[in-house]
């Protein structure tokens, strides 16, 4: 699947933000795929991988860790009693304990033991061990949640810094410029998004040449831009010239830090950060993928998966099957336009094959809000439109044209 920044500028700029399916199937894609800065001043495209590999926050700063990242000290604890303990061994401040799961809105969700937020500040670790009692076992509801929220099953205790200053960096690849890119921000702790519609100006990009990779001055022209002056232009330079060889090291395709903060006893820090991995990689990462955390992951997601099948579910019951992720988005607002509510966002992308079809097709009629179809049947069929190329694509048009007419 090819997701452009034409798509996303179409996104933005025609309200399609404000449809839930549009919404639901955005997140799906943000999963895959850099958020792409859609103006001129930054034009990127990617390649959706295979699959989608998730890593928690911990693991993220872990691997920067790694790399003679700056990222706040921090521990991991599946118990009140770790958490308490890991605590008194920050001796620090102030402590930070966030609730791991990989969905958004931590710091908004609602727990079901009643305690709300997933994210809190304190300066006494007694309290930590308390609200780790709350949070330990409990399941966790946001808005990128399901209705029962998910399972919390470790916390992040970490130290918390003040920061002076916050300032947006990522590396990614750019199909474009045929290597990786550094785009950057001197406006950084919202979305980038935000920042690229209504100050473009603020928006930097150095292209990475992949023979020789970031050159002093690159990294100093980009601190620069970012705003860090004097020995803290040095050391966001030297920060940046290291989350390049965790790119490297780790086959990455997008490396984002948001914020990369300034604080006011003069440090660099990167205090989150979102890694998106070249999943064909898969093979000489088998680290990194042995931390793939598979057990919030939607099992029909996680099917569609297997076969290259980019898949999301939704509330409604009107099965959407589209060949490229506009059509799908599209296709998606235009029902819930309507009145209607699609069932599933489901791109079959490029060069699909007969089985995916096939799979595709059991997957929707699989879905108890949709009417199931005899599996033997839809074999056949599809295997009757798979050796006509140009029927397949007369019948994806159809399909969508007969949805649309039947809401309108």
Request: charged letters at 25%; proline letters at 3%; a neutral charge.
């Amino acid at each position: 699947m090819l997701a452009t920044s034409l798509l996303f500028l179409l996104r933005f700029h025609a309200n399609m933000a404000t449809s839930m399916a549009s919404q639901a199937a955005a997140r799906g894609l943000r999963a895959a795929s850099f958020r792409h800065l859609f103006l001129d001043k930054v034009k990127c495209t990617t390649v959706s991988p295979r699959r989608w590999l998730n890593l928690q926050e911990y693991q993220s700063k872990k691997l920067m860790q790694e790399s003679g990242v700056a990222v706040q000290r921090f521990y991991v604890a599946d118990s009140a009693s770790e958490a308490l303990k890991a605590a008194k061994r920050l001796n620090a401040k102030e402590i930070v304990l966030k609730a791991q799961i990989l969905a958004g809105g931590r710091g908004k969700g609602v727990f079901d033991s009643g305690l709300k937020g997933g994210v809190h500040l304190t300066k006494d670790p007694a309290v930590v061990g308390e609200l780790a009692k709350k949070m330990l076992g409990f399941n966790l509801t946001t808005k990128q949640t399901p209705k029962d929220g998910v399972k919390v099953k470790t916390v992040m205790v970490a130290e918390a810094l003040d920061i002076s200053r916050e300032t947006y960096f990522a590396i990614l690849m750019d199909r474009s410029c045929n290597g990786p890119v550094m785009v950057g921000s001197p406006q950084g702790g919202m979305d980038i998004e935000e920042v690229a519609a209504s100050t473009p100006e603020l928006i930097f990009k150095e292209i990475i040449d992949i023979f020789e990779g970031v050159r002093d001055d690159q990294a100093l022209r980009m601190a620069a831009n970012l705003g860090f002056k004097g020995p803290l232009q040095r050391q966001a330079a030297d920060q940046i010239k290291r989350l390049y060889d965790l790119f490297l090291k780790v086959d990455a395709t997008q490396v984002e830090v948001n914020p990369l903060g300034e604080t006011p006893e003069g440090q660099v820090v990167c205090f989150d950060a979102k890694i998106n991995f070249d999943d064909n990689a898969e093979f000489r990462q088998k680290a990194v993928f042995a931390m793939d955390d598979m057990t919030e992951s939607d099992p029909t997601e996680m099917e569609a998966a297997k076969w290259d099948l980019k898949y999301i579910g939704l509330d409604g019951n009107i099965a959407c099957f589209v060949n490229g992720a506009g059509l799908a988005m599209a296709t998606c607002d235009i029902i819930d336009l309507h009145g209607g509510k699609p069932a599933n966002f489901l791109d079959l992308g490029g060069g699909v094959k007969e089985r995916q079809v096939y799979e595709a097709f059991k997957l929707l009629t699989a879905d108890p809000k949709c009417n199931g179809r005899d599996e033997a049947h839809m074999k056949t069929f599809v295997s009757s439109l798979q050796r006509n190329r140009l029927s397949y694509f007369i019948f994806m048009f159809m399909v969508t044209m007969e949805t649309i007419s039947s809401i309108c």
